[in-house]
């Protein structure tokens, strides 16, 4: 957790817990990538299946940082990032690059298990938004939670564990009685 | 650090919402909202001159929102490394806030549930903590927030991805959700892995506070969204809702069970736990929380007296570091007699808890 960084109690303090993957792939991390160019030596926190790693073991990240050359490739006019760097899990630059790179990142996002199963068969510039949209104001229903205490009720009558479906129906039948008579605030997260 | 460490937050510049909450398992939840300004570059590609307009921009719209009750701003180039810790800490946040950009900045609000960052990475995000598992209220609150915002700048967005981020992982809703539970009873029984495989949860991740959701340090379950696009709020809310009071039931009936079996096993950890926090010398952060959680599950189950459930509660906070370091020592942040103050922390507030 924090024993590395304790030890060094001169210069700047280091975050607490790399936790996951500084790329953008939000998984645990398995790899600490060491890499040395010249007097530079830079170290990198990843998972085993980040798109940087694969780049830096398989070509291209370093030598084109040597050579200063990145090769001949899609290039974001808003911002100056390239596709390269898009495929190799670098954040976007501007609003631009949703319009330039928008398949790469719809590619990028299904092979993260970042989009629902529904858009697999999805065609070239389907609209994949469904949240609100500006100038639309939003009002969540304020009964979802008796909605999903109600399923909870449901699955655990289903598996006839009658003593948890009471302790359920004493939570739903509060909230009802709240929702009735003069409200007071409680504690809502769980029954205690 | 040429800084005088704790000089920010003690005395607090912002109320803690953590402390006095008796919650038994779903501890708390934390919500946030991505957003950034239509037309500019993201944070990470903009010129340090305009990184400050964007700050100037956000800061002068959130000094006029009705909505936020009192803030605080504070520029993390003033900030000093335990101050932003603690932030880290007590917003809990995944990523440690990064490190100076031009303009990066904290508004707080006085109630200590709300957070906003300007030019981290994105141009807003709203930061959102509670801990009476009403998500929608959270929500709203944000919303409330980003919505008056909204009136005064255009954010970025289009008909296909939604809102726009840096990390397209976060466009669409923008809206990360995580809810934090505490399911040592499910951990010990082995109904964990049983309790997380369910066909209608694959829009979420189950993960733990280091990231290995096959070692939830100190029993704590972090649910969060897999998906901010091509869903909506409300899905992403109930969905986590749903999986959370799911989990909670059956955390709450195992509890039970286990309370009526006197099992010697369970029994054993807790007493172990009290153990170590009574009699260590010097102790991690990790090993800390781990023999916390025991101990609170042993307050749960009666089979512990000598100290309340809102003190343990708060235990989950103040054995990490920059909490810890500014509640009894700032002096001692970052240096290695922080785990023999650790140590003494918990020996003195240890001193009269015993099994029933």
Same mark, same amino acid.
């Given at each position: 957790m924090e024993e590395e960084q304790e030890?060094? %109690?001169?210069?700047p303090v280091l975050p607490e817990r790399p936790m996951e993957c500084s790329g953008e792939c939000r998984r645990p991390i398995q790899v600490i990538y060491t890499e040395i160019i010249g007097k530079n030596i830079s170290r990198f926190a990843m998972c085993d299946e980040c798109p940087v790693l694969n780049r830096k073991l398989h070509g291209g990240g370093i030598a084109a940082q040597v050579t200063g050359k990145a090769p001949a490739s899609l290039v974001c006019?808003?911002?100056?990032? &390239?596709l390269d760097e898009v495929k190799m899990g670098s954040s976007l630059g501007c609003p631009l690059c949703y319009e330039i790179f928008g398949d790469e990142v719809i590619h990028e996002l299904f092979q993260l298990g970042r989009l629902p199963s529904k858009f697999v068969s999805q065609r070239k510039g389907e609209l994949l938004h469904a949240g609100r949209s500006p100038g639309h104001h939003q009002e969540i229903d304020p009964s979802l939670k008796l909605i999903s205490l109600q399923q909870a009720l449901h699955e655990t009558l289903g598996r006839e564990d009658y003593e948890q479906a009471a302790l359920l129906r004493d939570q739903i039948r509060e909230i009802e009685e709240k929702t009735k008579g003069p409200k007071e605030k409680k504690n809502g997260g769980e029954s205690r | 650090m040429a800084e005088n460490p704790g000089s920010f937050v003690s005395p607090p510049v912002f109320d803690h919402p953590w402390e006095k909450n008796a919650n038994a398992i779903w501890l708390a939840s934390t919500l946030s909202l991505h957003r950034n300004i239509d037309k500019f570059n993201f944070p990470q590609r903009l010129d340090n001159e305009k990184r400050r307009l964007v700050a100037e921009l956000m800061e002068g719209t959130l000094k006029q929102i009705t909505s936020l009750d009192g803030v605080c701003i504070l520029p993390l180039d003033a900030l000093h490394s335990i101050d932003r810790e603690f932030l880290t800490e007590h917003f809990l946040m995944f990523e440690p806030v990064r490190d100076n950009q031009h303009g990066q900045t904290f508004v707080i609000e006085q109630s200590g549930k709300i957070l906003i960052q300007i030019?981290?990475? !994105?141009h807003l995000e709203l930061h959102a903590v509670e801990v009476s598992g009403e998500l929608e209220k959270a929500f709203h609150s944000l919303a409330a927030i980003e919505q008056s915002v909204e009136n005064h700048i255009p954010f970025s967005f289009s008909n296909r991805f939604g809102y726009l981020t840096s990390d397209p992982c976060q466009s669409g809703t923008g809206l990360i959700v995580n809810a934090y539970v505490h399911i040592p009873a499910l951990i010990a029984k082995g109904g964990y892995h049983k309790a997380i495989s369910n066909e209608h949860q694959e829009g979420l991740i189950f993960t733990s506070l280091q990231g290995n959701p096959e070692d939830l340090i100190g029993d704590l379950l972090v649910v969060k969204n897999?998906? &901010? &696009?091509?869903? &909506?709020e409300e899905a992403i809310l109930s969905s986590i809702r749903n999986t959370v009071q799911k989990i909670v039931a059956e955390e709450q009936a195992l509890r039970k069970k286990i309370q009526e079996e006197k099992d010697t096993h369970i029994i054993d950890h807790v007493s172990r736990a009290i153990g170590t926090l009574q009699h260590s010398f010097t102790i991690d952060t990790s090993e800390a929380l781990r023999a916390i959680s025991q101990v609170k599950f042993g307050i749960e189950l009666g089979l512990v007296k000598g100290i309340t459930i809102e003190a343990i509660n708060e235990l989950f906070f103040d054995c990490r570091r920059a909490h810890l370091a500014k509640k009894?020592?700032? !002096?001692?942040?970052?240096? %290695?007699q922080l785990y023999n103050a650790r140590a003494q922390f918990f020996r003195e507030l240890m001193a009269s808890v015993e099994l029933v």
């Open positions: 030890e060094k %109690p001169q210069g006019g808003g911002c100056g990032l &390239t | 030019n981290a990475s !994105d897999r998906w &901010t &696009t091509g869903v &909506t009894i020592n700032a !002096d001692l942040y970052g240096s %290695p």
